[in-house]
């Protein structure tokens, strides 16, 4: 069975600075990770997903997320954050089948003017 | 708008009434679930339903009562439930059970008094 840690449940960062949103998962066997995105009063919306290939993918809104399979990683960063940046964000993980998927605990991304 | 539709937004219950929470989807899926979002808490998997057929239940109380009725649209019925079933309960739909991406509604904001 697969397992997803979010070490940081809240982080506060100043708007245009740079933010990083860690991940780790356990699993037995290989992966497709995910970042999803709840803004406030919403449902969750995919930001980016590593399925096979590159080990870095990217969102259309500036994020960007890298597979590191030797520490089991899959943080989400942005160089320059927004104020419409503000949201919950869930890394999650399921085997390739589309089974187990499992959810975070989600780090919620209060950013400051 | 992510194409998956619930019904209320939000609900407010006592604890003897009776409630169901509807959501629909038109995207064509075949996999639809219930997730259950509480303060603190990861996103909780209630129930799958692939091809109008019941594949999971997360040992979910049976206060909690599910119905799909066909592929599009999915009920949740709510009876005798306890504050501690207050919670953002999200509907998500996908192509079916096993696929990778997966469409969130906006959630129900059930409040029980």
């Known amino acids: 069975a697969q397992s997803v840690t979010q070490l940081d449940s809240q982080v506060p960062v100043f708007e245009e600075a740079p933010v990083e949103l860690r991940c780790n998962y356990s699993?037995?066997?290989?992966?497709?990770l995910f970042w999803y995105v709840q803004y406030p009063n919403q449902g969750l919306q995919l930001l980016l997903k590593y399925l096979s290939g590159s080990t870095l993918v990217e969102s259309i809104n500036g994020f960007e997320a890298e597979f590191n399979k030797s520490q089991t990683s899959f943080h989400l960063r942005k160089p320059s954050v927004h104020i419409s940046d503000t949201a919950e964000y869930f890394c999650?993980?399921?085997?390739?089948?589309?089974?187990?998927?499992?959810f975070g605990p989600g780090t919620r991304l209060s950013v400051l003017p | 708008e992510t194409g998956v539709t619930q019904t209320p937004r939000h609900l407010v219950m006592g604890m003897t009434n009776k409630k169901s929470l509807k959501c629909e989807q038109h995207?064509?899926?075949?996999?639809m679930y219930w997730y259950k979002q509480s303060a603190k808490k990861p996103l909780e998997l209630m129930f799958v339903y692939n091809f109008k057929e019941q594949t999971e239940n997360n040992s979910v109380p049976s206060r909690f009562s599910p119905e799909c009725p066909n592929s599009s649209h999915l009920f949740l019925h709510l009876h005798t439930l306890q504050p501690e079933d207050s919670a953002l309960y999200l509907c998500?739909?996908?192509?079916?059970?096993?696929?990778?991406?997966?469409?969130f509604g906006q959630g129900t904001r059930l409040t029980v008094v």
């Open positions: 998500a739909s996908s192509q079916e059970q096993g696929t990778i991406e997966a469409f």
């Open positions: 999650a993980v399921s085997d390739p089948y589309g089974q187990n998927f499992v």
């Open positions: 995207l064509g899926h075949n996999a």
């Open positions: 699993s037995s066997v290989s992966v497709y």
